[in-house]
């Protein structure tokens, strides 16, 4: 079965547009969650890491090098809180 690539005749977005949409709301869905959770525990990160989230994901800076500049840190120092972070985050028990 070929996938279906005709657009759509009352709206002209095709099935591939439609699944891509679907697949991004999951993920800044699953971002929010882990955010959420996140701000809940906020004493399990230090001080670095939660300004660091929260200009990635309350900020919505995607650059880390920007969150850098406004930090005066290096954009590597961002990245390395930011996994900190994450793998911290990830390691609580909870369901996304």
Known sequence: ???????CEMCGKSEDEYERQKI??????KE??????GRRSVHKFSKRENEIFDAYF????RDFQQIADNFGIKAYSVETYYD?????????????
């Open 58 to 61: 309350d900020l919505g800076i």
């Open 32 to 37: 929010m969650i882990a955010f959420i959770i």
């Open 1 to 7: 079965m070929q996938p279906h690539t005709k657009p």
């Open 84 to 96: 900190r972070a994450m793998d911290k985050l990830l390691d609580m028990e909870f369901e996304l």
């Open 24 to 29: 991004e709301r999951e993920t800044k869905k």
